[in-house]
């Protein structure tokens, strides 16, 4: 059966390449909560208003709502499916660790806000705890590149994701989507329904819940790892009392509980590590990458907890023509998470860790007319405030151990280490579009932003040992302030010599603003907190592209892009701990995205990016979770098989060249002492194939990894219990049978 399956798989489809939504040309037309005008314009606001994403002079990609729900893309990680340039990996604390053209934040250290990050209709979520959301009932995902500052609701300095959720329907109606995975044993259930109250009242009910089972076995309770279940709700209300006014609000609520992490033991040089889990009882350790792990400890297995809410209120009054826009939000999440960072039998070194923050934001902004003059523009203010929350208690006692462990593990000691740090930014912005002739036009935007940050640290030893006496010594509660003044912004030129043909060049600098690191060694010194305190990162893109419209729906875009990184906010693995260091990054590459309706029913979708990025003060090293190559290509197609049924399928590769896991010269191969393999490349065959009828249900089966390929997702040094290192397996393939309805 299995067999039949895969056979039927491999004429199955793949989530085609969304960059401009191109994969959606007849897909998001079926869903009327989408942005698409006629002959499949794709409508995106990445601009704070409703453009065809083919005349924004911006790099951008989109996927559609309808294409999340049918290519089962239920996370965050899921979008590198559909997006080249775009690398999603999971760290050991279960963070999301987000690169987009080679550059992003790494997650080491808890405390980083995100240098690629999420807008949730327009208000910031920059916190990788907050990544773990489930994506669903959304209207699109806009991926936007480079440096943005102007008219986002906070500074990004690499670029962003900005998520647009699904608003109420005219008429009443559902819709549900529901999947089963036969290899793991997940499934997904997600369903949503319009409520029109009244001619100007009308109300959008959607929730969501998954359980992705895992694909690490850990023998010693045969559980398989990491298992994921995600909860979400949303409810949105519009209300328009007036033509010249309405008003949108929404709640939602989302929760994810994960057990286990899927870590695999890669290299053990010294032996350490064997030896403490052979004391331990353990005799089936093994340095195989295999999908098999031997782990245990008294406190259970590995786990995170995050549950998040948040509501927003967004009120548009038309003032003669100009816009008056207010959006007010409050978001809140916690984070409780355990890490066995021995990650072996035994009870060597435990860290229960909790993270939280809530977070308020306020915009006003003013739009003016698009097509009345020769100028528009949007101009506003915003105001953010944010209390982070950090506490962690690390024990490193060896619980329960023998003589014989004790003399081969002396690293003793336990301690408890809180944080709580404010932020408080405003910020003044503008853009403006000038159109000097019929052809020719002019834009430039820009940000200035006034921030303060203070952090409040402390740091109690509950157990003296080696550990709290060198690598966490005790200090008392010490109170950190840092402000500092940003100005940003961009400028840029588009030269329309046809309709459906554009060229740009723009120059753009963004600022993700410094702060203090959440476990230092000791602030309440000078050099201590000189050392807690990390500066601002800045980025400035130049970027020469051209977007070409083509017959029936077809796009080729090229652009042409080089990011310079100065003080890039980075941890990095320094014997025996790691250690948030600065550094200046460079890159430089090329991205083409393509669409083409090849005869009839068939459609061809891919996009590629090329992205060079090395550190520019170390004769060139490349930086960690960089390939120089990603993208992906599909065949899609839609042919009626009768009057009421349409067949639907799309077959293609997601490919990526080979990355660096950790620092280049931290990889295995760089000096004998190095045990951190490189991460192989890869091309996924991916695909989809489905009979769709015009009585609203369709029944498909989805198909990914086809061809089972394995690889390393993340790798790091294990530094809690020896010299080696671990990694993290990708998910291996996957085949579902999804079932949909809309009323």
């Known amino acids: 059966m299995a067999s039949a399956i895969l056979l039927a798989g491999l004429i199955l489809p793949n989530a085609a390449h969304a960059q401009v939504a191109e994969s959606d040309q007849t897909v998001i037309g079926r869903d009327a909560s989408t942005n698409e005008g006629g002959d499949g314009e794709i409508v995106v606001t990445a601009r704070k208003r409703s453009e065809s994403a083919q005349k924004v002079p911006i790099t951008l990609s989109v996927v559609s709502g309808t294409q999340l729900q049918e290519q089962n893309l239920t996370s965050i990680q899921s979008l590198q499916q559909v997006t080249a340039g775009l690398t999603v990996r999971t760290t050991p604390k279960n963070y999301i660790n987000l690169t987009l053209r080679g550059l992003g934040t790494g997650s080491a250290t808890d405390v980083f806000e995100q240098s690629v990050a999420a807008f949730v209709d327009g208000t910031y979520a920059g916190r990788a705890p907050q990544f773990n959301a489930a994506l669903f009932d959304f209207d699109r995902v806009e991926i936007i590149r480079g440096a943005q500052a102007s008219l986002l609701s906070k500074n990004t300095s690499l670029g962003a994701l900005s998520l647009t959720t699904r608003k109420p329907g005219e008429d009443f109606g559902f819709n549900i989507v529901g999947s089963h995975e036969f290899e793991l044993g997940s499934y997904h259930l997600e369903a949503g329904m ?97 999908r098999r792990a031997s782990v245990s400890s008294i406190y259970g297995p590995d786990y995170d907890r995050t549950t998040g809410d948040r509501a927003i209120a967004t009120i548009n009054y038309d003032l003669g023509g100009h816009t008056l826009t207010s959006v007010t939000s409050y978001s809140h999440y916690k984070e409780n998470r355990y890490f066995d960072a021995d990650h072996i039998v035994g009870n060597y070194v435990d860290g229960f860790y909790f993270t939280g923050n809530r977070q308020w934001q306020q915009e006003i902004r003013l739009t003016s007319p698009v097509d ?101 010594p005790p200090f008392p509660e010490t109170t950190l302030h840092r402000k500092e003044n940003n100005v940003d912004g961009s400028i840029g030129i588009n030269f329309t010599p046809q309709s459906n043909l554009l060229f740009y060049a723009s120059i753009s600098r963004g600022t993700k603003a410094g702060g203090f ?59 025996p701990r790691f250690i948030v260091t600065s550094r200046d990054l460079r890159a430089r590459g090329v991205e083409v995205q393509a669409s083409y309706q090849v005869a009839g029913p068939l459609r061809f979708d891919g996009s590629v990016t090329y992205a060079d990025t090395i550190r520019t003060k170390t004769g060139g090293l490349h930086a960690q979770g960089a390939p120089k190559w990603s993208g992906n290509a599909s065949f899609n197609i839609e042919q009626p098989v009768s009057d009421a049924t349409t067949l639907t399928g799309n077959i293609g590769l997601e490919f990526r060249s080979s990355i660096f896991l950790t620092d280049e010269e931290q990889t295995l191969g760089y000096t004998p002492f190095t045990t951190v393999p490189k991460g192989q490349s890869y091309a996924y065959l991916n695909g989809r194939i489905g009979i769709r009828n015009e009585q609203g249900w369709e029944i498909a089966l989805i198909g990914k990894n086809l061809t089972n390929k394995y690889v390393f997702d993340y790798s790091t040094p294990a530094p809690s219990v020896g010299r080696g290192s671990y990694v993290n397996p990708n998910i291996p393939r996957t085949i579902a049978l999804q079932l949909m309805f809309k009323y």
């Open 372 to 472: 009345e003059g020769a100028l528009d523009y949007v101009i506003g203010a915003s105001y953010f405030h944010e209390v982070w929350r950090y506490r962690e208690n690390v024990i490193s006692q060896c619980v329960g151990c023998s003589p014989a462990q004790l003399a081969a593990f002396p690293t003793q000691g336990a301690y408890i280490t809180t944080d709580r740090q404010t932020t408080r930014d405003l910020a003044a912005f503008a853009q403006a579009n000038l159109r000097l002739t019929d052809t020719l036009g002019l834009s430039a935007g820009i940000r200035y932003t006034n921030g303060r940050r203070a952090a409040t640290l402390t740091r109690l030893t509950t157990i003296p040992g080696s550990v709290t006496a060198v690598l966490a």
């Open 194 to 290: 319009d409520i029109p109250l009244a001619d100007n009242l009308k109300v959008r009910i959607a929730g969501k819940y998954g359980d992705q089972h895992g694909w690490v076995r850990n023998p010693n309770d045969n559980s398989e790892v990491p298992r994921t279940k995600t909860y979400g709700g949303r409810i949105t209300l519009v209300y328009e009392p007036a033509d010249s006014l309405d008003v949108t609000l929404s709640y939602s609520r989302f929760r994810a509980n994960t057990i286990g992490l899927p870590l695999e033991y890669f290299a053990d040089p010294t032996g350490q590590i064997r030896s403490l889990a052979v004391l331990a009882g353990d005799t089936q350790f093994e340095l195989n990458s295999d």
């Open 517 to 575: 690191i959440n476990s230092p060694t000791n602030p309440s010194t000078p050099i201590g907190a000189a050392a807690t305190e990390y500066g601002n990162e800045t980025a400035t893109t130049y970027e020469v592209g051209g977007k070409w419209t083509l017959p029936r729906g077809g796009r080729l875009n090229i652009a042409l892009f080089n990011t310079d990184v100065s003080n890039f906010q980075q941890t990095v693995f320094i014997s």
